[in-house]
Nanobody, 125 residues
Framework: QVQLVESGGGLVQAGGSLRLSCAAS????????MGWFRQAPGKEREFVAA????????YYADSVKGRFTISRDNAKNTVYLQMNSLKPEDTAVYYC??????????????????WGQGTQVTVSS
């Protein structure tokens, strides 16, 4: 069982930056691929970024590539999402998720087993 708690959301002006954190419970964090997803009002939850177990491989949605960076610190059981050059269309609730143990990272919500409660990111124009 993995419990995930996101933090770091807030209100920022367009062009600004935020760093989201996702703290995970459990001793085997390093064996879980992690992902970030987001959901805007009236829209489906969409993939943002994912990272492999030890962080060697990262994946991004085209809409955030070059602006967002996913990373992880397995010693701290934490995954991060650094968001730069934010745009109003980045406004959403951001969720972190953990794939089943030893599963590869995925761009699909159904491939993730554990989810955090979400953190709101609002980008003003």
């Amino acid at each position: 069982q993995v419990q995930l708690v996101e933090s770091g959301g807030g209100l920022v002006q367009a062009g600004g930056s935020l760093r989201l954190s996702c703290a995970a419970s459990g001793r085997t964090f390093s064996s879980y691929a992690m992902g970030w997803f987001r959901q805007a009002p009236g829209k489906e939850r969409e993939f943002v970024a994912a990272i492999s177990w030890i962080g060697g491989n990262t994946y991004y949605a085209d809409s955030v590539k070059g602006r967002f960076t996913i990373s992880r610190d397995n010693a701290k059981n934490t995954v991060y999402l650094q968001m730069n050059s934010l745009k109003p269309e980045d406004t959403a609730v951001y969720y972190c998720a953990a794939a089943p143990q030893f599963a590869p990272p995925s761009r699909t919500t159904r491939d993730y087993t554990y989810w955090g409660q979400g953190t709101q990111v609002t980008v003003s124009s």
